[in-house]
């Protein structure tokens, strides 16, 4: 195996708990290849564990180990089997979930994605590139899926040199019914595209998933992430406990929040700056005939702004956001637009209102997005009550020591005035 040494400090960081080394900290590298797997020592010759190499990202190596270990393909299935055991409980509640959550499940750079047994994968680094077809003989073999399909659009993979590709890995063998017909969705499934961007064509199959009792149509070749969030899905039943009235959800994508607050409230509004994203909303109210509910598309700034002007009051809001801080240089300029929404928000909410406000950019701390809060909450002239703080989802689980991995937050407040 190729050795590597690293500094003393690089060294000491993975010592703590993380399992990142930057390529600052990289000395040797003189034979090490893109996507190796190899043993890493520090500057006195002290072993600290073994790594996927990286030859063009910042971040060269993502650790596996701290042990002296085989690294085969045994040891990636019983990784695996690790994660399915730790989400027993979750798979039994719904049938979409994340089964592999990269460094939260120390096996860095790799999302693997449930929807109704059709499996996700995105491999987001030159190692995980290279196991591909490793981990997709071990899902075939351990989870017998209907299909895999993978979702290697994510921009991030360029920062590695990999091209942008979505398509189909492996599909089930189309069985046939009493009547000779095809009655497997294999069957129907598109061929692997290597398209720079998410397909959106007719050839972008669907997928019904349930959580909660809420249906929603999905769609893994076309749709946002690897065709959901699933990490809001704890965050909608609590939304849902404290919800009443007039609802008001903005970004609302698929309707997630607001097909949850339907059961709760009058009515609900969802709002999304993205047709597309409203169009596949609708259906989802009437896949769960949710008469209460109506989508619109529109800029979520502008329409808060129009909704004060007009006097219209609501009784819950959420606010689920993209992430507006993608780097730490994006922090102010995304601080100015949570505030903004926030207080908008606030001065639309009757006293005794909800609301739950997330950002899910891990550059902007806990501690900045309750101030941003604060300081809503002052111009808005508002008295504010946190009713709960939460995160991502227990299938995201933060890795102690890898602060990236806790990226979602979510505040539950109450106006009381």
Not at 56 to 67: D, G, H, K, M, Q
Not at 203 to 213: C, D, K, R, S, T
Request: some cysteine; hydrophobic content about 40%.
């Amino acid at each position: 195996m190729t050795q590597i040494k690293i500094s003393i400090r690089g060294a000491k960081r993975i010592r703590k708990g993380h399992l990142w080394v930057y390529r600052s900290d990289v000395r040797d590298v003189t034979d090490a290849k893109a996507g190796d797997i190899v043993a890493v020592v520090d500057d006195t010759g002290n072993f600290v564990g073994q790594a996927l190499y990286s030859e063009l990202s910042e971040i060269a190596l993502r650790f596996l180990t701290t042990r002296e270990e085989t690294i085969d393909s045994e040891w990636w299935r019983e990784r695996l089997r690790g994660c399915a055991e730790r989400r027993q409980a979750i798979a039994g509640e719904t049938n979409a979930y994340r089964l592999v959550y990269s460094e939260g499940d120390l096996m860095p750079s790799l999302i693997i994605d449930v929807y109704d047994q059709v499996f996700v994968i995105q491999t987001l680094s030159q190692g995980a590139e290279r196991l591909q077809s490793t981990l997709v003989d071990l899902l075939v073999e351990e989870f017998k899926p209907r299909a895999i399909v993978e979702r290697n659009d994510a921009r991030v993979r360029e920062f590695e040199g990999l091209e942008l590709r979505t398509g189909v890995l492996w599909s089930a063998p189309a069985e046939r019914s009493g009547d000779g017909a095809l009655d497997s969705d294999s069957a129907l499934m598109p061929q692997v595209s290597k398209a720079p961007s998410p397909l959106r064509s007719a050839g972008a199959f669907q997928i019904e998933i349930n959580q909660h009792g809420i249906r929603f149509f999905v769609s893994p070749l076309s749709g946002q992430k690897t065709g959901a969030f699933l990490d809001q899905r704890e965050n909608y039943l609590a939304a849902c406990s404290l919800a009443h009235g007039r609802a008001l959800d903005c970004f609302t994508f698929n309707g997630g929040f607001a097909l949850h607050l339907a059961s709760a409230c009058d009515n609900v509004m969802g709002i999304d700056i993205s047709a597309d994203a409203i169009a596949a909303a609708q259906r989802n109210a009437a896949l769960n005939n949710a008469r209460n509910v109506e989508f619109r598309a529109a800029n979520v700034f502008d329409a808060l702004r129009e909704m004060e002007a007009n006097g219209d009051r609501f009784d819950t809001i959420v606010l689920d956001p993209p992430a507006f801080a993608k780097n730490r240089a994006s922090v102010p300029s995304a601080a100015r637009g949570y505030k903004e929404i926030n207080l908008r928000a606030l001065k639309l909410l009757n006293p005794g209102g909800v609301l739950v406000t997330c950002t899910c950019s891990y550059h902007m701390s806990e501690e900045t997005f309750l101030d941003i809060i604060a300081e809503a909450a002052l111009d808005a002239r508002r008295r504010v009550q946190i009713i709960e703080k939460r995160g991502q989802s227990a299938d995201h689980p933060v890795l102690l020591g890898v602060p990236e991995t806790h990226y979602l937050k979510c505040v539950i407040a109450r106006a009381i005035n």
